[in-house]
Each structure stands twice: as C-alpha cells, then as structure tokens.
C-alpha cells in the first residue's frame, strides 16, 4: 500500500543508491508532458528532502524549459530486483546550465563526464511509496558508454553546436536556456 512522507528517510535513501535507473517527469502549464530515462552516475541524495541529478545531452531538452516555467518535477525509482517498491519524490526543481554562476558548485558533486549539459536540484515537498508488486524483474548488465564516448568524440566545440541545432527549444517551441537565460 502506498504510503507518504515529508522527507526521505535512511532505508529509501538506501533504495535510491541501489537503483540503476530513475524516471523524471516535467510538464509545462500548456503543452506536452516530458517523462525520460536517466542512468549514469547522475543522481545525488544531499539531504533527507534535497536531490540533484546531472543531466546529460540528448536529443531533445524539455525538462530545462519545463523547469525554468513551473518548477514542478517528479522523480521516480522502480525495484527491478529484490524487493517490489516504488519511490517517487514530487517537488519544485532549479535548473543550472553552464552559463549560470552556479555552475560549478552544482557540478562539482559530479564526477565530470562529457557532455553535461545542466544539473537539477530538486527540493523534495512529498515522498511516496507504493508496492511495485507489477514491475517486472529485470537483470543489470552494466552501463552503456556509447553517450559518453559520443560526447567524447564531439569535444566541447562539437557539443555546443549540436546544443545549438537540437537543444534550444522544446517540442512545444519554448526556449530550454541551454546557450543563454530565455529572455
């Protein structure tokens, strides 16, 4: 059954750090709701109602501009092994691009990584847990590297012009803030 809490605690900060994948969702006021995949080593716990997560570049860019309109965020962590359970942290993120003086504070809690385009810093309003008894068992075989030796390859000359052509505005046409603060 589900169950709600304030703050994280130590037994689902634990399950955080087991997981291998989590789920962001955003959606803006009026338009399309994003929902993404993210792995890597790109989430930290800070404390018992605070998380950041870095994120990557890819194909399209929603969250930033998502964010940068309303805040609102869900994170979601799903047991694909061992016990059943179903974590989402529901909030009001900050996004900070590499333009932001914040930047490298932010970052810094990251091992670097080619291709990192912003970090998230969520403030946790609500914790909840529900069984996950429907999830199915999956199997972790290990991390794809093909991003980071994309990113890799591109070089930071590469990065930014691909931020240029494919990372500027959402599905919606609204800016992500990705080269420069929408006006």
């Known amino acids: 059954m589900a169950q709600r809490f304030d703050t994280l605690n130590e037994r689902l900060t634990h399950f955080i750090a087991e997981q291998k994948i ?75 691009h590499q333009h932001d003086a914040e930047w490298a504070q932010w970052y810094g809690k990251f091992e670097p990584i080619p291709g990192a385009r912003q970090v998230f810093v969520l403030n946790i309003e609500i914790v909840q847990t529900s069984c996950g008894m429907a999830v199915p068992l999956f199997d972790y075989q290990g991390e794809r590297e093909l991003l980071r030796d994309w990113a890799a390859k591109k070089g930071d000359a590469g990065i930014r012009a691909y931020w240029e052509e494919k990372n500027q505005l959402t599905l919606d046409g609204k800016p992500t803030g990705v080269l420069c603060k929408p006006t």
Not at 45 to 63: I, K, P, Y
């Open 22 to 96: 989590f789920f962001v969702s955003t959606a803006p006021a009026d338009g399309r709701v994003n929902l993404s995949p993210k792995g890597m080593d790109s989430l930290r716990v800070l404390d018992d109602s605070t998380v950041a997560w870095l994120n990557m570049t890819g194909s399209g860019n929603e969250t930033a501009a998502h964010v940068q309109k309303n805040g609102r965020m869900t994170l979601m962590f799903c047991a694909f092994e061992g016990n059943p359970l179903i974590l989402r942290l529901y909030g009001t993120a900050t996004v900070y």
